[in-house]
């Protein structure tokens, strides 16, 4: 641990005795608590609260979306009421005719069975019988022999009779609802032990809206389309049966009495009931354990696997609009016959102003007939996404396991080896979780395992910490006498501290001096000036540190200051840059102070002014120094390239000089180039450039054009145009003004270089480089 080092050097000092600490309590008192801990995450396990829940579906919602369900084939068709159809043939509700004759139109092409979603619990409004009553300016006659013609129910009756077609029906709570006596058979069938114990597995609603009778009996099946979301709005689960009636009658055990009375009040999902019809199979049986609950169910061949609430895990593709066809293409006669043939046909509707629009764990908004879609299709093809009865058991014992070893093995092995175990736990738990899921479709939730071993082992660290937090209370009582109370801290926390090295980082270096302080220091006796020097560093540090960036250290009137360490900064070359730019505004208001001050004392004031450089690249950070003493600190190329920069920054005539690494991290701020420049000590020669403003300067029309001409101005000057460039150096004084940039030093330089190149030419084979001969 990091503090056997500490514990070894305080053996080393004289006089210094420790505590053996009691190690068979400390770790009996751990696991003591580890225990406790284990035992209250099992009961939370055990209760399942709906938090736990949602975590648990969140889990598996995630898993849908990095692997949602492949589309190999479409057996499944959605007849689309969509808006399209709906201008087509008028708003919603339809003609009875009109659905009639689309439903003739699908039967035709010989589909394998049509199942709506869609409920008609009101007769037709438009039939002609309804229509005599209520239309005006009718003959006696007339009236009657409208009244004789066939409803438009009738005509929907005849041709849903005529093929596999399950109309839809809803639940909704009602009081008082009572199945009609006439009302046809259920199709639910239940092959198990002890049935009476079925209905506290099936999910229950007091009353359900049906189609009309006549419509209602002709159809081979019926079944519930509206699917029951979780309570975060979402479909995971739709049950294939729900018990639809009168609160059953139940005995002191709560044992339903008289199963056989209720067992007609179950009703097929709409999907159930589709498989059943187009299979031809008399009834769809539920496979029941008086213990286990609801093992599945068996419609023809389809084995159908469910909860133990008789819900199927819907298991989605991504919305896949091949599937769809439009109404309006069944009516007019121009849908494809192979993608009605041989397949299931849902009729819906897409239509938003209908409000069919459900949450699925893939999509926000979600036609409420593409879940139908995605159920048949799952089951047909074989990708039923399945919850094991025992999961919750497995999951249980798993975390019981996992808890215990965490318990007996964290208090013996170090801090790394912890995390590591508690990182293989939790990598094997989420692995397993995953190949369960990847390869056999079965949904095993590794969240809650994972949260109570994390649980787990922060109670132990913080056990172990307070054991060491001991241990630390005795390092800083000890050297407290000898060391600075930082210094203490730091070896508290980890005496590996105490040794020479450091590590290569990307970083960004600052060096800012005052310019003529040897002037300005004559005004001064020692206490003056160190006051003086202490007014100018304060505000520029708290620049610094508003920015993330580190004092390296100060000399005399210089600082030198880094970002990007001890602590990541990826945004090192900005921060650096908008804290140059926020200590020239720091320095006005220094001045201003200053010059009130020499007012004041009736003394010339001189204002100061300061050259700042920038450079980032890569160098070399971390304790330097000798055995005696070291501070936190850079060298390398990149921080004397800074320092040259710095000093640069006289001879240009400007306030901040960065390097070109330093701009191609922040191309977005305001900054000018200056020159390819050889600096002291340097052989290759370096592009630099004078930092103006941030990105908000950089995209003001004055500074673009100043870059402009700028920019033109150097071209000119490197190709040796000299009347090009003195043309074009003009311009760049004025578009300065405009910008409200002061660079008349760098603009007065060129203006000199150009005259004495025009006095002795550089020759042919320059390269416009200039050469520093100081620093």
């Not at 975060?232 to 002191?252: I, W």
């Not at 409420?368 to 799952?378: D, R």
């Not at 660290?461 to 801290?489: G, H, I, K, W």
């Amino acid at each position: 641990m990091a503090t056997g080092r500490g514990i070894a050097l305080l053996k080393s000092v004289k006089g210094v005795r420790l505590r053996r600490p009691n190690w068979r309590k400390m770790f009996g008192g751990a696991r003591l608590l580890g225990l406790g801990v284990l035992a209250v995450v099992l009961v939370v396990r055990a209760l399942n609260p709906a938090p736990i829940q949602m975590l648990q579906l969140k889990t598996f919602d995630l898993y849908q979306q990095l692997k949602p369900r492949q589309i190999e084939n479409r057996p499944v068709t959605i007849i689309d009421i969509d808006e399209r159809s709906l201008q087509a043939f008028g708003q919603w509700p339809w003609d009875r005719r009109l659905i009639a004759d689309l439903t003739a139109r699908l039967l035709g092409l010989q589909p394998a069975g049509i199942g709506f979603d869609i409920v008609f619990p009101e007769p037709d409004r438009m039939s002609p019988s309804l229509i005599a009553k209520t239309l005006p300016g009718l003959s006696d006659d007339e009236r009657a022999r409208m009244a004789a013609m066939p409803s438009n129910d009738e005509a929907l009756a005849q041709v849903v009779a005529q093929g596999p077609v399950v109309l839809g029906q809803s639940t909704r709570h009602m009081d008082g609802y009572v199945l009609p006596e006439d009302a046809p058979r259920s199709s639910v069938a239940v092959r198990g032990r002890e049935n009476a114990k079925i209905f506290k597995y099936i999910t229950a609603s007091s009353g359900m809206v049906r189609n009309i009778p006549v419509i209602d009996k002709a159809a081979p099946g019926r079944g519930i389309f509206n699917p029951n979301p979780e309570f975060d709005g979402v479909v995971r689960r739709v049950p294939m049966v729900m018990y639809v009636g009168p609160d059953p009658e139940r005995g002191p055990d709560g044992i339903v009495v008289d199963e056989a009375r209720y067992l007609q009040y179950l009703q097929p999902a709409l999907t159930a009931e589709m498989l059943r019809v187009a299979t031809g199979s008399r009834s769809m049986l539920v496979q029941f354990d008086p213990v286990l609950g609801i093992r599945g169910f068996v419609v023809g061949r389809n084995q159908i696997q469910t909860d133990q609430m008789s819900r199927v895990w819907v298991y989605y593709a991504r919305h896949d609009t091949a599937k769809y066809v439009s109404a309006a293409d069944v009516l007019n006669g121009t849908v494809p016959p192979e993608q009605i043939a041989g397949k299931l046909l849902l009729i819906g509707t897409s239509a938003v102003g209908l409000l069919d629009i459900r949450t699925s764990p893939l999509d926000a908004v979600l036609p409420g007939v593409e879940v139908h879609a995605n159920i048949l299709e799952n089951i047909l093809t074989g990708t039923q996404l399945s919850r094991a009865a025992d999961a919750d058991n497995a999951e249980f014992l798993l975390t019981a396991a996992a808890g215990l070893l965490m318990i007996i093995l964290v208090p013996l092995i170090g801090a790394r080896l912890a995390l590591g175990l508690l990182v293989v736990l939790i990598g094997s738990g989420a692995a397993a979780s995953w190949w369960y899921f990847d390869t056999q479709l079965m949904l095993y939730d590794p969240v809650y395992p994972a949260l109570g071993i994390l649980i787990l082992y922060m109670t132990l660290t913080y056990a172990n910490y307070a054991r060491e937090e001991a241990q630390r209370r005795q390092v800083r009582d000890a050297f407290s006498r000898y060391m600075s109370p930082a210094l203490v801290e730091r070896l508290a926390a980890d005496p590996t501290q105490l040794k020479l090295g450091g590590e290569i980082r990307d970083m960004t270096l600052l060096f800012c001096d005052v310019r003529g302080f040897t002037t300005i220091s004559e005004q001064f006796d020692a206490q003056g000036l160190t006051r003086l020097i202490n007014r100018f560093l304060t505000p520029m540090t708290n620049v610094i540190l508003d920015r993330k960036g580190t004092i390296d250290k100060y000399m005399g009137d210089c600082i030198m200051a880094f970002w990007n360490a001890p602590l990541d900064d990826d945004k090192h070359a900005a921060n650096a840059c908008r804290s140059a730019l926020a200590m020239i505004d720091a320095l006005k208001e220094v001045n201003v102070s200053l010059e009130i001050e020499a007012r004041e004392e009736g003394r010339k004031h001189i204002p100061l002014a300061v050259g700042i450089g920038l450079n980032s690249g890569d160098v070399c950070v971390g304790n330097m120094g000798s055995d005696q003493r070291f501070d936190y600190s850079v060298l390398g190329d990149n921080v004397n390239l800074a320092s040259r920069l710095e000093g640069q920054s006289k001879t240009y005539g400007v306030v901040i000089v960065i390097g070109e690494n330093t701009l191609s991290e922040v191309p977005e701020f305001a900054a000018l180039e200056l020159d390819l420049i050889k600096v002291k000590g340097k052989t290759l020669p370096v592009r630099i450039f004078t930092l103006v403003g941030d990105e908000t300067v950089a995209t003001t029309a004055p500074f673009l054009a100043l870059k402009e001409e700028h920019d033109a101005m150097l071209a000119a000057y490197r190709l040796q145009d000299w009347d090009e460039a003195e043309r074009l150096l003009a311009d760049c004084r004025h578009h300065m003004t405009n910008a409200g940039c002061d660079l008349h030093g760098i603009y007065d330089l060129y203006a000199d270089r150009i005259a004495a190149y025009r006095a002795e030419s550089p020759g042919r084979e320059w390269d416009g480089v200039f050469t520093a001969l100081s620093k």
